[in-house]
């Protein structure tokens, strides 16, 4: 999301989703720090934001960008932010928060003889509903549960109202070079057309479901109203969906019979801060165009 420029003169010093950091960015943040006082970075943050007019494409302000570029540009040694402001004060509804592990899941057994995919409904959860598929998620995905920052939508899939699966969609990955190469994307295409892709970063069935082909279907319905969720969520629409599957655990057979595309293995590495970390585990990369001419417009 990052790279450091080397500029000079007027030059961008850093360059951070799309917006270049200079030597006048660098002196109205600094002055931002020092009257900032004991506020917390995320008040510090929505400051920056309203005076850069930086906002996400459904409006909102891009506090979360804002605090990530703060603490990079910290690391780099060109901002020194106080420890105090490191830390947001706390939240009285986080701290009322029961403890995961103390909320109970009711597990009922459900197979090809109850459910009629023909009744099956994947739909967006509610806001009330995101503590529960955080609970799911943490409980019962391998990965357990992450923050899902930036843009984003969740599922819910119910058979006559019974949860049956839970699905989570998020920002594309920075950087694929199997999707770059089967797209025909330069690094410009890349950072002019990313958002119009999506990853699916999350999916489970419930480990009580088995029900033959519940996964594939569920996929495809979900696919059927990606692109149209996210226009109305974030303001554009989705071209390309895609998933990194761990082929040590998975074999992706839901994937395959939805139709998606095996586009090649990833580079085995993950982003922390501005570093990737290499680790022995690359991923099978896997793509589904959601446009007829997807990847046309994803070249532009």
């Known amino acids: 999301m990052a790279a450091l420029e080397g500029g000079v003169g007027g030059a961008a010093l850093v360059r951070y989703r799309n917006r270049e950091i200079g030597d006048a960015e660098l002196s109205f943040l600094r002055g931002c720090i020092e009257r900032a006082q004991d506020r917390t970075l995320r008040e510090l943050s929505r400051e920056i934001c309203q005076a850069w007019q930086w906002r996400q494409r459904n409006g909102a302000l891009s506090e979360y960008a804002c605090r990530d570029l703060l603490l990079r540009l910290e690391e780099w040694g060109h901002l020194k932010l106080r420890g105090s402001r490191r830390r947001s004060a706390p939240s009285r509804r ?179 801060g501005n570093r990737y970390l290499f680790h022995s585990s690359p991923k099978a990369v896997y793509l589904y165009e959601l446009h007829r001419h997807a990847a046309s417009l994803l070249r532009g």
């Open 94 to 272: 986080r701290l009322s928060k029961v403890p995961l592990e103390l909320i109970v899941i009711p597990e009922v057994e459900i197979g090809d003889g109850w459910a009629d995919l023909n009744r099956l409904v994947v739909r967006p959860i509610e806001p009330e509903e995101r503590l529960g598929w955080r609970v799911y998620m943490e409980r019962y995905h391998y990965l357990g549960w992450r923050p899902v920052v930036g843009e984003h939508v969740l599922y819910a899939a119910e058979v006559d109202g019974e949860l049956v699966a839970l699905l989570g969609w998020a920002s594309a990955a920075l950087r694929v070079t199997a999707r770059e190469r089967y797209l025909g994307w330069d690094d410009r295409a890349r950072r002019e057309r990313l958002h119009l892709v999506a990853n699916n970063v999350r999916f489970v069935v419930l480990p009580w479901v088995h029900v033959h082909n519940l996964a594939s279907r569920v996929l495809a319905l979900n696919l059927r109203r990606l692109s149209t969720d996210w226009q109305q969520r974030w303001g554009h629409p989705i071209h390309l969906a895609e998933t990194f599957v761990d082929s040590a655990r998975f074999r992706a057979t839901c994937y395959r019979a939805a139709n998606w595309r095996y586009v090649g293995q990833s580079a085995g590495r993950s982003r922390k």
